[in-house]
């Protein structure tokens, strides 16, 4: 049973959020960091990379679909990448990273203190990249969630980069945000479990994390991408946009 998880998501390889992260007391004091996917695909792959993995047992990892397409693109089985800093990640990983991102699980479960039985995937418990939202249907909800074990208690989720917690079928679900790309509002988001759920926002010096972004990256066009991702340019509007089409909030529930 764990007392206090920290979990982080859709880190897209921006070390100075990381480290900003990793320096508050909570995260340094937890019993475990689940890492639920999209580690790597961004400016700083190697070094997001090599600093998690120096976290040892501490870390618990999950392989998102940004993760996936980095080494199927490394592997020749995908041609393109739909993010374009993509293959400058990819091209970028050392072949250790490559079989580290391929060997990750896309879930795990976890006890954890005033939660119970936690299960922590990428977007839902049976795909990658599928899209559900905090006004997601409960008939959205309870097909994603329809295969999970009635044990499980909690479900946490990355993928859509805004943090939100809300009850679906009886079960407690909870987005951390993004510590890399925040959607709608600046800092590198988190989340600390137990023995309750606290949605956790760190701030850090963004001028100096896109300078050295900008000086770090193989990505020519690394400082516009740090300006917008960073600084949160794209709104939860503009996420919504793109993200509710694919919630299957248009389907004919029965």
Not at 125 to 146: A, F, H, K, Q
Request: hydrophobic content about 40%; charged content about 25%.
């Amino acid at each position: 049973m764990l007392n206090r998880v920290v979990v982080l998501s859709d880190i897209h390889g921006v070390l100075p959020a990381l480290e900003a992260v990793l320096a508050e007391p909570d995260v340094r004091d937890a019993d475990l960091i689940v890492l639920t996917g999209d580690i790597a695909c961004g400016p700083q792959p190697v070094q997001v990379l090599d600093l998690l993995v120096g976290l040892g047992e501490r870390a618990a990892w999950i392989r998102g679909n940004a993760d996936r397409e980095l080494v199927e693109y490394r592997r020749g089985t995908r041609a393109s990448i739909p993010d374009p800093i993509g293959p400058s990640a990819a091209e970028r990983l050392r072949d250790d990273q490559v079989d580290l991102l391929e060997a990750l699980p896309t879930s795990l479960t976890r006890q954890v203190r005033g939660l119970g039985e936690v299960l922590f995937c990428h977007a839902t418990p049976r795909d990658d990249e599928e899209v559900v939202l905090v006004d997601s249907s409960p008939e959205r909800w309870d097909e994603v969630l329809g295969d999970v074990d009635q044990a499980v208690g909690t479900v946490v989720c990355g993928h859509t980069h805004m943090p939100y917690t809300r009850l679906a079928g009886g079960r407690l679900v909870v987005n951390p945000g993004s510590v890399g790309m925040p959607y709608g509002r600046a800092g590198a988001h988190w989340a600390l479990l137990g023995p309750g759920v606290q949605l956790r926002s760190t701030l850090f010096d963004i001028e100096s994390a896109a300078a050295r972004i900008a000086d770090d990256s193989t990505f020519d066009r690394a400082a516009e991408w740090a300006d917008y991702c960073l600084n949160a340019r794209a709104t939860e509007e503009v996420a919504y946009r793109i993200f509710a089409p694919h919630d299957g909030r248009d389907k004919p529930w029965h």
